[in-house]
């Protein structure tokens, strides 16, 4: 820990320069005649580095970025978001339009599109999936096997028949027509359900396979660009061209490949050597390495996201918000977030990106680097000698925190210097996602999240929203809820940015997911590749990839 001290001003200087190349690369051309070298990959197949491996590849039941990212090549949802941007296009979908009173969304669906065994999609197969994330006695939910769907309570407020179900019914029109029913009006419906959780799967095939659909002993089955075709666990997923899909023209690539390798530094090391041939959530310290090599082009993505520390009220030195403001005055933010991203990384105190700057309150700032005032607010809450604290950090780079590890050993430097004695632990990253849900939770814990739509209702409500804290112990705030729901409901825009600011104003205060960064991620490709147009949103298709 005393380590970190010493360095990270080293760290602070370099990565400020980093940050001046990187936008000078970002003008070179992305494809090179050249670009060839003696491990490249072979032309037709693409090669993508991950940052980990996926959780499970089934729609509705992950929440993972690892996961989505490969569900984005096999599945198709009902909208999409074009290229480079957070604005809704067709997909599945054609059409949509919601009724007068706000409640009920109507979309009229593609025909002719099979999924990959052959069977037809169409609303019942819509119907079908939407019903298995929604409805907890859905027969082929199999929840018994401990298959939860956290993603759809925490973005639609509850399952069928429980209180807060923002979904009411589901009516087929006809077989290239659905609707849905809400409780309230939701302007923001049809992006949420086209949001990257909810692809649309083969009931076929997941009737096949059972609680094993999605996982390395089973099936992937979408209507999407590739083709499942091989899960080598720890290693790789290996996918293929759809020869049918319904949009012309692709995919470019003929197979993908997507190998699993935890560490940035390898993941840049295989991409220069020509073994990977794009690759994502590098470290903003890598970037000179990147503009070293006449064969690489650094790809940032826009910025959409949040890296936070959550502080667990469950354990009882954190269920005093005196102590939880006391860990915010403690961790130097401001010095973390510039000697680990530069220009890369923005450190303030909105949840919230500065991409949704009009909905956040003007009455707060970051909280003051003060370590003396942390003892003080310790002392005051009964710990003056400070208490035992295990902080979790993740075991893979995420595009909020593509080093966990540093990142965590900083936190603790700082936490020990107000007398927090800090047990650094981690796990495999699926346990550390199914395990942090579990009573009584980790007790504090890195994590962070990339919205998936545009809207400050894709970072509050999954978070804070019904049933999106236990992580948290099940933490509540009855005001905050009811502005969540307010904001959901109300389409005025000036209207919303009130009730967020207010949401924003609470959780400053409330400090239970402490905002450290909202990073620029580092995305780097070999210059042969050319098509490949990064998400603010954190994952998209790579259909119109190709190698030249």
């Known amino acids: 820990m005393k380590r970190w001290k010493q360095w990270r001003l080293a760290l602070l200087t370099a990565v400020c320069a980093f940050s001046l190349i990187l936008s000078n690369c970002r003008n070179q051309p992305s494809t090179s005649p050249n670009a060839s070298s003696p491990g490249a990959t072979t032309q037709g197949v693409l090669v993508y580095g991950s940052g980990g491996q996926p959780v499970n590849l089934e729609p509705g039941?992950?929440?993972?970025?690892?996961?989505?990212?490969v569900q984005d090549q096999i599945y198709d949802r009902l909208l999409e978001f074009k290229p480079g941007t957070t604005?809704?296009?067709?997909?599945?979908?054609?059409?949509?339009?919601?009724?007068q009173d706000g409640k009920t969304w109507t979309f009229k669906l593609r025909s002719g599109?099979?999924?990959h065994d052959g069977s037809e999609f169409n609303a019942e197969a819509v119907k079908f999936?939407?019903?298995r994330w929604w409805d907890e006695k859905h027969p082929n939910g199999h929840r018994d096997a401990g298959k939860n769907y956290q993603i759809w309570p925490q973005v639609f407020g509850g399952f069928k028949g429980q209180p807060n179900s923002l979904l009411q019914n589901i009516v087929l029109v006809d077989k290239s027509t659905i609707q849905f029913v809400l409780k309230q009006p939701f302007a923001a419906f049809p992006a949420a359900i086209g949001s990257v959780f909810f692809g649309i799967a083969s009931p076929n095939a997941i009737k096949q396979a059972g609680a094993k659909y999605g996982t390395p002993a089973a099936m992937a089955v979408g209507t999407g660009p590739f083709i499942f075709k091989e899960w080598r666990t720890g290693d790789r997923i290996r996918i293929e061209k759809n020869p049918t899909y319904w949009k012309s023209g692709f995919p470019k690539a003929n197979q993908l490949v997507i190998r699993f390798i935890?560490?940035?530094a390898a993941r840049l090391a295989q991409l220069r050597a020509g073994q990977i041939d794009f690759t994502v959530d590098l470290a903003p310290d890598q970037i000179k390495e990147i503009q070293s090599d006449p064969n690489l082009t650094a790809v940032p993505r826009p910025s959409f996201n949040v890296g936070y520390l959550a502080l667990n009220p469950s354990y009882k030195p954190l269920s005093y918000a005196r102590v939880r403001v006391a860990i915010a005055h403690a961790i130097n933010t401001q010095q973390i977030v510039q000697a680990f991203w530069g220009n890369l990384g923005t450190s303030d105190a909105h949840f919230t990106p500065p991409a949704l700057a009009e909905f956040q309150s003007k009455k707060i700032a970051n909280y003051e680097y003060n370590p003396q005032k942390a003892k003080q607010l310790l002392a005051a809450a009964g710990y003056p000698n400070g208490f035992d604290l295990e902080l979790w950090y993740m075991p893979v780079s995420r595009a909020y925190f593509p080093t966990p590890k540093p990142i965590a050993e900083a936190f603790a430097a700082d936490l020990t210097a107000i007398g927090i004695r800090v047990t650094l632990k981690t796990k495999d990253w699926a346990a550390y996602i199914a395990e942090r849900q579990k009573p009584p939770g980790f007790q504090a814990f890195m994590l962070g999240w990339t919205a998936d739509y545009g809207d400050p209702d894709s970072f509050y409500y999954p978070h804070f929203g019904p049933g999106s804290t236990v992580d948290l112990g099940g933490w509540k705030n009855p005001r905050l809820l009811q502005l969540l729901n307010q904001g959901r409901a109300t389409g005025d825009k000036a209207t919303r940015a009130k009730i967020y600011a207010e949401v924003d104003e609470i959780l400053h205060k409330e400090v239970v997911r402490l905002p450290i960064v909202h990073s620029q991620p580092l995305l780097a490709k070999r210059k042969n590749i050319a098509g490949w147009v990064p998400s603010p949103l954190g994952s998209e298709s790579f259909e119109g990839i190709a190698k030249q």
């Open 113 to 115: 599109v099979k999924f």
């Open 87 to 99: 604005e809704l296009a067709p997909s599945l979908a054609t059409s949509w339009s919601v009724s």
């Open 61 to 69: 039941n992950i929440t993972d970025g690892n996961s989505t990212i």
């Open 129 to 131: 999936n939407v019903e």
């Open 262 to 264: 935890t560490d940035p």
